[in-house]
Every structure is written in C-alpha cells, then in structure tokens.
C-alpha cells in the first residue's frame, strides 16, 4: 500500500529552526509537495520538489531524496505565525496526491 | 476575487437526508477535485474531474457523486447522509491532472450528520 508517515506534533522555540520529516512509499513518484494549514482553514501551497536536493524559498526551505524515501521541511527565524499543521503530499505514478496526516508545529514565545 | 468558493461553509444535517455541497473556481483551472479531511487522517480524495464533462472516484467515492457540467462549477452530492461522513470537505482545483504544480483550495464546509 501507498503511505505517508510525518510527526504528529512538534514545538519550537519562536527565532529557533524547525526541521519536519516525511517518509514515502509510493506507487511512482512524480513529486512531493508540502503544504500549511492553519486551523480552522484551507492548505496552502508551500513548496514542491521533484528533484533530489534543497530547495529555498524565504525562511522556508524542503529538501528531498528519492532514493531514501525522504523528505523534509526547514523552517527558520520562527514565528508565532507559523503555528500550523504541515501537510505532505506526494504525487503517484497516476498523478494522484497521497497525503500525510499533518504536522501539527506548535511554536512558543 | 479569483479563487474557490464553497458553499455552505457548515451545515448539521440530519441522517438519510440529501446534501449538496457547491464548489466554484473562476480561474479556468481544468482539474477540480473533492477532499474529506479527518482528524487523524490525511486529505483523501473523494471524487475528481480532470475536464468538464468527465469525472473519476478517488479513495473514499462511496455515499457520494459529483458533475462537472461546466468548468467552474463541481458540486458534491450526498444523496443519503449517514454519521460517517461528518467531515471538513474541500474543493480544490489545479490547471490540470498530472500539473506539477499546486492545489488550490476552497476554505472548506463542516458538515455534521446527526
């Protein structure tokens, strides 16, 4: 079966860097997306790779590594806005989206 | 204001009822799809459409049905609501199937079946 496996809650520190985990196994891989969803609200598109290596975008920053399996997101310079869940996805060899349960990131002052 | 608009955003509903969830996107997108999110459980995929006109059953299909009459508009039907499907539902809409791009999604509807 197809899985995706992430941490169900983490804290940080506000100013501090935050590094969150996912794992897949996935029937083909076309890609691996990662998204923010505060509570209460709709995911928001943050980063996708599809190559191995870092991508960097702002504060934000996701690596992957397809022959590990493996990805994840780097969060710098905390801010209390960024208490959310983190969702991962990952695109199958159908193009269809495989998410995780979420992240929930809990960031304290 | 481009985007997705879902409506209602939260009904109770009583079991054996009909429910129609609406979802409209005013960005041409070709893909649209329905999602159930559950606490504890990632997003799954009830039903999508990758055109107007056609349609195709995701993970969790069963109890609903959609139409993609047109490109804007996809809604979700429940014809007969039972307990099990209290959920958030998301609509969300992409360029197309396959686009590596990203979802765009509704804000979502809390639907409570009692």
Redesign the interface.
């Known amino acids: 079966g197809q899985n995706i496996d992430q941490p169900t809650e983490m804290t940080a520190t506000e100013g501090a860097i935050v590094q969150i985990n996912c794992t897949y196994q996935t029937s083909g891989f076309n890609g691996l997306f990662w998204y923010q969803q505060h509570a209460g609200e709709a995911p928001t598109f943050l980063s996708y790779n599809v190559l191995d290596g870092l991508e960097e975008k702002g504060r934000f920053s996701s690596f992957l590594s397809r022959s590990k399996g493996y990805s994840y997101l780097l969060l710098k310079e905390l801010q209390m806005k960024d208490s959310a869940s983190y969702l991962c996805a990952v695109m199958d060899s159908n193009y269809q989206l495989i998410w995780g349960a979420g992240t929930k990131l809990i960031i304290k002052p | 204001i481009a985007g997705i608009t879902q409506a209602p955003t939260s009904q109770i509903l009583a079991a054996g009822r009909r429910m129609t969830l609406r979802c409209t996107q005013d960005m041409r997108h070709n893909a649209m799809y329905w999602y159930r999110q559950d606490l504890?459980?990632?997003?799954?995929?009830i039903h999508y459409s990758n055109t107007a006109g056609t349609t195709g059953k995701?993970e969790v299909p069963d109890g609903y049905s959609v139409s993609r009459a047109n490109t804007d508009d996809f809604p979700l039907t429940l014809a007969s609501a039972v307990p099990s499907q209290t959920s958030v539902y998301?609509c969300a809409s992409s360029l197309g199937?396959?686009n590596?791009?990203?979802?765009?999604?509704?804000?979502?509807s809390r639907l409570t079946v009692l």
């Open positions: 504890g459980l990632g997003l799954r995929l995701g998301f199937q396959g590596t791009g990203e979802l765009f999604f509704g804000e979502g």
